[in-house]
């Protein structure tokens, strides 16, 4: 689910506000495919989801855009719960084609879509989530759409929100499920026993919500408007171009082999970027899945701290080329673009907001979005530790200050792009505020382990080197 950025006016939340108020991109779309043509595959990753994956499927089976072939690998091993029988006979009662992988022991969901992109023959593939719910019956068709509109975009995904009850109860009402249950009385197993879990799960929808509006319908809609395209794509379902997911992964099997740091849709969407492609968010189509518990956000916050600033660091070069963009302004002013000869694997086409299309030219001419990922960077690292600083200094004048401007800034904010009623959204954000300091307060712990383990133990790209061409390589393992 989505994480709120540390506003505080910060450099990030500027930029997207700035996003919002730029007009819209006046370039007209020239898609080089037809989007109706695509040949669509999906791939459901399984993992002891025998309480999702019916509803999974059935909101699958509603589409107006089916797949031609869906694939479920379960990677439980040993581990492995009755996931696989109930999806095989939800297929038997809708007379739909499924295939499956079951393996004996669990080798990670990284190898799945690294086999599935380049065993499938189809042009898109889309990674659907086993507990995931496709809320919008056009989800599929949208995505799709909108991932033709240029060559040079290579995911596109919706919106994704928690999964509320109603949703799985609405779910159970379609055809699809009602002939998989026959006249058998279904006994949803998520729902809650009893008040105190009904409200604790009613808690952490509700502070997703609230976090889906300040990363998605604000930070990622202003980027997307100012940059064409999202930092991160959401996960739960994503659709690749598999052509581009597969030659990502031929490039980085050699270097990374399957580690791709706990955030693998994270990894990819950055080396999408870093070879000059954009991730979309349709924000149109809705996509759900189950909240965590409020209770586990700590150690969730922690993961993904470490995950994230992880993935800065293999991806450096995104957060550089702000600067290298700010070199060539410095620069007499002609057409670069105009100049450049198409190389291999390159093509000099012009997309919308006038992103060029190709590793070499993003490599001269900086990535667009590199900006807006630097900005978060810094914002992230930034805003926890001068919070800390002014405590350890004792000036709480000045930390009250700055806590009150967040405050009123992140109210507004939700109050503005809000879908609902302004004044619950300001409300709501106010709410959650000590829930999100909280989350603020334990941020400079990762910091600090992920500075120990780059400083001392050197262990998170000691591996791979550049070539001259700025690309990684595997060099030999240190004893």
């Not at 791939?43 to 797949?67: F, G, K, N, W, Y």
């Not at 040993?78 to 739909?96: K, P, V």
């Not at 302004?329 to 105009?338: C, F, T, V």
Request: glycine share 6%; hydrophobic share 40%; proline share 6%.
């Amino acid at each position: 689910m989505s994480r709120a950025p540390w506003f505080v006016a910060g450099p990030g939340a500027c930029w997207a506000m700035l996003g919002h108020l730029r007009p819209p991109d006046p370039t007209v779309p020239t898609p080089a495919d037809d989007w109706r043509h695509a040949v669509v595959d999906v791939v459901i990753p399984v993992c002891r989801h025998h309480d999702t994956i019916v509803h999974c499927l059935a909101s699958l089976l509603v589409q107006t855009r089916l797949p031609r072939r869906v694939l479920l690998v379960d990677d439980g091993g040993i581990d492995r719960d009755h996931s696989l029988q109930l999806a095989r006979e939800f297929a038997r009662a809708n007379g739909i084609r499924l295939e499956t992988i079951a393996r004996g022991w669990s080798i990670g969901r990284v190898v799945t879509l690294k086999r599935q992109s380049r065993e499938f023959e189809g042009d898109v593939l889309l990674v659907l989530d086993a507990h995931a719910v496709l809320e919008s019956p056009d989800y599929i068709e949208r995505c799709i759409r909108e991932l033709y509109q240029g060559v040079g975009i290579a995911s596109a995904s919706g919106r994704m929100l928690p999964l509320q009850q109603a949703t799985r109860e609405l779910v159970e009402t379609s055809e699809p499920f009602r002939n998989w249950q026959g006249d058998d009385h279904y006994a949803d197993r998520r729902r809650p026993e009893n008040r105190w879990q009904a409200a604790l799960q009613r808690m952490s929808q509700c502070y997703h919500e609230h976090l889906a509006v300040l990363q998605q319908d604000f930070l990622d809609a202003g980027v997307s408007r100012a940059d064409g395209g999202v930092p991160i794509g959401s996960g739960g379902a994503v659709a690749y171009r598999r052509r581009y997911l597969r030659d990502l992964f031929h490039r980085y099997e050699p270097i990374r082999e399957d580690d791709f740091t706990a955030l693998e849709d994270h990894f990819i969407a950055l080396a999408l970027m870093n070879a000059g492609y954009r991730n979309i968010r349709v924000p149109d189509v809705v996509v759900r899945a189950p909240a965590p518990s409020l209770l586990r956000l700590p150690e969730r916050s922690r993961r993904w701290t470490g995950a994230f600033l992880q993935l800065h660091h293999y991806f450096d070069v995104l957060l550089r080329s702000p600067l290298r963009r700010l070199r060539l302004s410095r620069r007499p002013q002609h057409d670069d673009a105009a100049q450049w000869r198409p190389g291999k694997g390159e093509r000099r086409v012009q997309e919308p907001y006038r992103q060029g299309f190709g590793e070499r030219i993003t490599r001269e001419r900086g990535r667009p979005l590199g900006t807006p990922l630097l900005l978060i960077a810094l914002e992230r690292i930034g805003y926890p530790v001068l919070l800390w600083a002014l405590v350890l200094a004792g000036q709480w004048t000045a930390l009250a200050i700055i806590v009150a401007l967040e405050v009123l800034a992140t109210c507004f904010i939700a109050a503005r792009f809000a879908s609902g009623p302004r004044l619950r959204a300001a409300l709501q954000a106010l709410a959650w505020t000590p829930v999100r300091y909280l989350l603020i307060a334990q941020e400079p712990l990762a910091l600090g382990w992920f500075a120990i383990r780059l400083w001392w133990k050197r262990d998170l790209d000691w591996h791979v080197r550049r070539d001259p061409t700025g690309r990684r390589r595997p060099r030999a393992i240190r004893h």
